[in-house]
């Protein structure tokens, strides 16, 4: 298969709805990584209210805190969590992840609505750093998907992924809100602990995508019937440094910078999603100050209650966009090649940062929207960087590869949280007026940094598989001898030009046999092989 084809999935899957009939076990998947997203905004629901209390005018400091040393913690351990997953099973690193975020409910079912239960689950809060956990999901949530959805498929499924995580969260946080006008914050508790469990429940029992139908897709077109597996990344057997599975290095603290610098095309694909998260990072935590700071609502100016209300219904808004944006994306998915996508997202990044300055000279709640609107639209590239990890990484190594980038993002994500936290505040004891502006525009550059980047990646990725195709090639010109094996390719050539009655002729690639000097045929298709051409022509 090719490595970059000019349209990855246009004539392999035939579009999204197609996607999803054919891996049902995925879309339950997703439904389940809403609930954990549930979980989270339901434990920042009890934990702000509890911290507004105990904590008053430090809770900013303390949250931030907590948050730089859980994002150091990804940064340093997503990797070695990652190789867990290669190792002992995705499936079983989502169960554990599942299982920390239930602590901070449990702490507060031992402790109480207390202060003691509000430092004792902030604490166990922590352990969810041990696996890369940031805003845009797990590591290993993406690894696990990887594996229940058809290679073909999974770049359409990182998009669907935002979307199904957007519906299922924005509804679990209404439910929350209305258990807790009427419940209060134990009832929220209760609520919480019980997606806990249900999750698990779920993950426990998701069926597993079947050996034959997941591997139906990895038979080279070189070589039917042969037993190695086919990466989606071609480019990612032509890196040199790959190390085997079970190398006990990838499970040192530092392995994620080890193993991205084992494999330039996904320490590139690194570089590019840390550009990118940081923008996306610096831009989501001074949102809502710049845009309070515009509309002159800091402070007493305005009551607690209408504050309150813009800031609750600007989340919904940003949710809302980056569902209806990752729906785009996941048409454009099914025909654009990945790494055209991964391009084009980092340019709409670059343009749409541009536009939430305007705010000074339009001090209105209205605009307000628009800036949430560009903020989403820029955060469209994270389905996009984690659809291109299975493409550069090695084989069977995808999880430790989500790990790494993981570990990259989280890095990104604490170094805008400690701008955030140093150089906001010397920005205001200058004479600049309104300065959160200033972080706009560096994060436009940030993104602009990573286009040329991912340019690159795109070139060198069809490069080095463009030579794997070349290996593989004079290899099976070699393998393939005799009158026989001649007359055996043409009869296989006939066979495929008359598809049965189910297939799409305008779908069937013509199939030419070549002769080099002597008698040594050589199938070469015009295009891609599809998944049924292959099945068909195994059988």
Same mark, same amino acid.
């Given at each position: ?132 956990? #940031? ?45 807790? #006008? ?5 009832? $929220? ?29 990895? $038979? ?5 019937? =042969? ?66 700071? %515009? ?68 001090? =209105? ?6 800036? $949430? ?19 550069? #990484? ?15 993002? %989280? ?6 949280? $400690?701008? %955030? ?42 490069? &080095? ?21 001649? #007359? ?10 008359? &598809?049965?009655?189910?297939? &799409? ?35």
């Amino acid at each position: 298969p090719k490595a970059q084809p000019a349209h990855a999935v246009d004539a392999k899957n035939g579009g999204v709805w197609p996607a999803i009939r054919r891996n049902p076990a995925a879309m339950i998947l997703l439904g389940l990584y809403g609930m954990v997203s549930v979980m989270f905004n339901v434990q920042n629901i009890v934990g702000a209210g509890m911290a507004a209390e105990f904590w008053g005018d430090s809770m900013t400091t303390i949250d931030s805190s907590f948050q730089a040393v859980k994002l150091a913690m990804g940064a340093v351990f997503a990797g070695a969590y990652g190789r867990f997953g290669d190792r002992h099973g995705n499936r079983l690193a989502c169960a554990i992840l599942v299982l920390l975020s239930t602590l901070p409910y449990a702490a507060y079912l031992v402790f109480g609505l207390t202060e003691r239960g509000l430092w004792a689950a902030s604490g166990l809060g922590l352990l969810q750093g041990f696996t890369g956990m #940031s805003m845009s999901g797990a590591p290993c949530m993406f690894a696990l998907l990887h594996e229940l959805v058809l290679p073909e498929d999974f770049a359409i499924f990182m998009a669907i992924v935002v979307i199904a995580i957007s519906f299922v969260s924005i509804s679990g946080t209404f439910a929350a809100h209305a258990i807790q #006008s009427r419940g209060g914050e134990g009832a $929220v508790v209760w609520f919480g602990c019980a997606i806990g469990v249900f999750t698990m429940g779920g993950l426990a029992l998701l069926p597993g995508r079947k050996l034959e139908t997941a591997r139906s897709a990895e $038979v080279t077109p070189g070589g039917l019937g =042969h037993d190695d597996r086919l990466e989606e990344g071609g480019a990612a057997k032509a890196q040199g440094g790959s190390h085997a599975v079970g190398d006990d290095t990838s499970c040192a603290l530092i392995s994620s910078v080890y193993f991205a610098m084992s494999h330039p095309l996904l320490l590139r694909l690194c570089v590019v999603t840390m550009l990118l998260s940081a923008s996306e990072g610096i831009a989501t935590g001074v949102m809502s100050q710049f845009v309070l700071e %515009c509309l002159g609502w800091l402070g007493v100016a305005v009551d607690v209650q209408t504050r309150t209300s813009l800031l609750f219904n600007m989340n919904i808004a940003l949710s809302a966009t980056l569902a209806v944006a990752c729906v785009f994306l996941s048409f454009v998915s099914a025909h654009v090649s990945a790494y055209s996508v991964l391009i084009w997202t980092s340019l709409i990044a670059v343009v749409v940062q541009v536009w939430p300055p305007v705010m000074l000279w339009m001090p =209105h709640v209205w605009y307000a929207f628009v800036v $949430v609107v560009c903020v989403a639209l820029s955060m469209c590239v994270g389905p996009a960087t984690s659809a291109l990890v299975p493409l550069v #990484s090695p084989p069977g190594r995808v999880g430790e590869a989500m790990g790494a980038m993981g570990s990259f993002k %989280c890095l990104s994500f604490l170094v805008g949280n $400690v701008i %955030c936290i140093s150089v906001v505040p010397l920005l205001h004891r200058t004479n600049i007026a309104k300065p959160l502006w200033l972080f706009f525009p560096w994060c436009s550059f940030c993104a602009l940094c990573a286009v040329p980047l991912a340019v690159g990646l795109r070139r060198r990725a069809g490069g &080095r598989g463009q030579a794997g195709e070349q290996q593989g090639s004079t290899a099976h010109k070699a393998d393939v001898s005799g009158s026989s094996k001649a #007359s055996a390719a043409l009869e296989l050539s006939e066979a495929v030009r008359s &598809r049965p009655k189910g297939g &799409r002729p305008h779908s069937c690639p013509t199939i030419a046999v070549l002769r080099s000097s002597g008698s040594f045929p050589c199938i070469v298709p015009q295009r891609t092989l599809t998944q049924r051409d292959i099945l068909f022509c195994a059988a």
